[in-house]
């Protein structure tokens, strides 16, 4: 498949978008009322920040090579071939 080994930037890159991700779900309150307009955005935001975690986590686990070989593989079969 694609994968070559464990990069490193991927590790770094993933640990500081899963404290993003953190960082946002912590404070979704004052993200909701600065950035996206108040109360009806609370959960929104947070579930932004927990996608933002998931990604962060595929990332350091460099999961995010084999999702993206397998959807590749299901729109063009051949391709690995």
Do not use: R
Not at 16 to 25: D, E, K, M, R, S
Not at 51 to 70: M, P, R, T, V
């Amino acid at each position: 498949m694609l994968m070559e080994g464990y990069n490193i930037g991927y590790l770094f890159g993933g640990i500081a978008l899963l404290t993003a991700g953190i960082l946002i779900v912590v404070f979704h309150q004052k993200i909701a009322d600065n950035l996206a307009g108040g109360f009806d955005s609370y959960d929104k935001v947070k579930l932004f920040g927990l996608g933002a975690c998931a990604l962060g986590i595929i990332f350091i686990a460099n999961l995010h090579i084999f999702i993206l070989s397998f959807l590749l593989h299901l729109i063009m079969p051949n391709i690995f071939k």
